[in-house]
T-cell receptor
């Protein structure tokens, strides 16, 4: 398997623009997680899905952030409008129910100027 | 609630041992340990479920004291490849088993 795939790997955008991050989980995995990592706040869980259904989005910073999982092989994290403080590395991870081990994608480094 | 890790950083010589601690203010269901090398994604090392079990991964092992709400990661006879940042992730029933990560412990192993 190719592992968790994220795109783009790097994104530079201007404040106010819409940003969409994409994730393809490992085939057959039931859970999908979105994390954000910054030097100041460390690794934060934003939202996670079970069988394409959002289970907990309490980690989503504010209404500017939204995530969808239209099918088992694809998820998006959207920021609209983006702000400089959104600059971070965004990771997507997936896991099998009962396995606990989360497999992380390579991350998307987002820079908002 | 984010777990607290200590120390924040540690520098070792090859072959030396280290202990990284992770504690929570809430009752824990499980503790996960990950290692992240600079510029890479976190990689799963092991999970410990409540019950005080101990696990090992090569020369890296961990314990989980449910009563004390803490876990420790033991790195024995460290190798250069052990360098990286170690994160503990905790799940507790109050958070509906959502995982929260500690701030990380940066481990540097020198020749």
């Amino acid at each position: 398997d190719a592992g968790v795939i994220q795109s783009p790997r790097h994104e530079v955008t201007e404040m106010g623009q819409e940003v969409t991050l994409r994730c393809k989980p490992i085939s057959g995995h039931d859970y999908l997680f979105w994390y954000r990592q910054t030097m100041m706040r460390g690794l934060e869980l934003l939202i996670y899905f079970n069988n394409n259904v959002p289970i907990d989005d309490s980690g989503m910073p504010e209404d500017r952030f939204s995530a969808k999982m239209p099918n088992a092989s694809f998820s998006t994290l959207k920021i609209q409008p983006s702000e400089p403080r959104d600059s971070a590395v965004y990771f997507c991870a997936s896991s099998l129910v009962g396995s606990y081990e989360q497999y992380f994608g390579p991350g998307t480094r987002l820079t908002v100027t | 609630q984010q777990p607290v890790q200590s120390p924040q950083a540690v520098i070792l010589r090859e072959g030396e041992d280290a202990v990284i601690n992770c504690s929570s203010s809430k009752a824990l269901y499980s503790v996960h340990w990950y290692r992240q090398k600079h510029g890479e994604a976190p990689v799963f090392l092991m999970i410990l479920l409540k019950g005080g079990e101990q696990k090992g991964h090569e020369k890296i092992s961990a314990s989980f004291n449910e009563k004390k709400q803490q876990s420790s990661l033991y790195l024995t006879a460290s190798q250069l490849s052990y360098s990286g940042t170690y994160f503990c992730g905790t799940e507790n029933k109050l958070d509906n088993n959502d995982m929260r990560f500690g701030a990380g412990t940066r481990l540097t192993v020198k020749p």
